[in-house]
């Protein structure tokens, strides 16, 4: 028992040692969100759960915005809005209740007739409620979507500006202002989008404060005379990882607080984007585009309060236990199995256990946070709730059958023909769990070639997948036999995506290349498989084979 004893508190220690080390907190220039320093202006937008603007039903109640207002009143002093459809014309006069200013935005696109009518209204709200909206965007990004010609949205600000008594401006992200600079004359100042995350050439998040003030820096000089308002920055707290941009709770405050500090020095105004995370970007730009805002969409909370200490995993120590718990049970199924077994496995056997305790230990925590953000819809709470169970079944049942001596089964022993199929009912729930996790990955897989940019990357649970899997059919595989059809044809899909992914994302990217490796690791595992007798008939052969092997290397 001391090989296993030994190992056991290896893995339990690398498992703490390791969520230790994900659960470090981050110390930053300031406070992201400080009440006592509040915000200069922050992007807000009212929709919550199912709400979206693209329904045009859709009117926000007044005592909803009223109670979101109520919130950023004690950590901003403005708001920007983009639009003033879905019931958000009422922003104004709420606005004015909780003590807040407005940039007022209008949403402008091909419709003309609809965009007249929507500047001749925000025209007359910000006359009505002077003092509270003190500039008019006209338009967001009009010119980047290709929704309007530069003459004519010209014309529309002007029209504007020829009926208010505030500034009013139009904001695009800054290189379409260096590509169209005659937009310069008709705004009373540059409001510019500043979305590192989503440049072509991301900066890493440390980096990320300085590149935008540098960028801004170059556009003073290009527009002498004009006040460049940051109106859009920020960085993602959840998603996928963009070349070396990392998206994370921890990146996304020090972004906060560096650039806010960069204002506070250099004097220049910023409006945060965003208020509130947004779940229906969700639908249209991934996990990574509902995860902007300072608050969280569920409870309305801010994800940094002042004074608490900011890291990636707020809960790790629940996650930390749930891992350790399930490393007691992979390492409690391998000494259950043998108890009806009349050999000890060797040293190698033991080791596999490990491996497999070890990675499921510390990555579950990260599955079920993956689990928690990244699932959207009914659908994908159904496939991402299917994988982390099967990547929880992995271990227990590769353990199981790793210690019974059985071999990985072949897809056949599971699907093929009545006569074929396995009559044992745990090397079924084997074969099953390795079926889905092949059409899991294989669906993912393809999902990242044909539509990449907004997919996640499943990296944790598919590692706890696989690496039980693998280390089964190292130990256990049959040493003859032809490969299996299906087994070689998924193993080349998985492999070919993989180059793609990898060359597609970059070097850069760790999660890109660490899910396409554990692609070819799965590859390869299926590889391993081989026809000929049911896995009933191969287990004791393997048993005896293995186990012999094993005690005679400790002999030697």
Known sequence: MRTPLALFFVSIGCIAAAWWWLASPVTLVR????????LECVSYAPFRGEQTPHNPHL???PEQIAEDLGELAKVTKCIRTYSIDNGLDKVPELASKAGLKVLLGVWIGRD?????????HAVALTNDNPGVVTSLIVGSEVLLRGEMTV???REFIRSAKSRVHVPVTYADVWEFWLRYREMTADVDFVTVHFLPYWEDVPPRAEDAAAHVDEVRKQLTV?????EILIGETGWPSQGRMREVAVASRINQARFIAEILERARVEKFRVNLFEAYDEPW???????????WGVFNAGERQLKYPAGVAIGNYPLWKWQMAGGLALCVLIFLTAGLTLRRRPSSPGFSSWMAVAISATTSGVLLGVGIDKLIYESFGFDGWLRQGALLAA???APLLSTQALMSGRPVPVFLDILGPAERRTQTFMTTLLGITLIAITLTSVETALGLVFDGRWRDFPFATLTMAVVPFTTLSLLSHPRSGARPVAEVVFAGLLALAAVYIGFNEGVANWQSLWTCAIYLLLGFTLLQVREGKSSEGKSSELQSERWSNEASGQLH
Do not use: C, H
């Not at 970007?281 to 995860?291: A, C, M, P």
């Open 391 to 393: 990547a929880i079944a």
């Open 151 to 153: 003459s004519d949205l």
């Open 112 to 120: 003309r007739a609809k965009n007249v009518l929507l500047i001749n």
């Open 31 to 38: 406070a992201p969100i400080d009440p006592e320093a509040k």
């Open 222 to 226: 290009a527009f002498p005379g004009k």
């Open 59 to 61: 009117i926000v109640s």
């Open 281 to 291: 970007k969700r639908k249209w730009e991934g996990t990574v585009g509902g995860y």
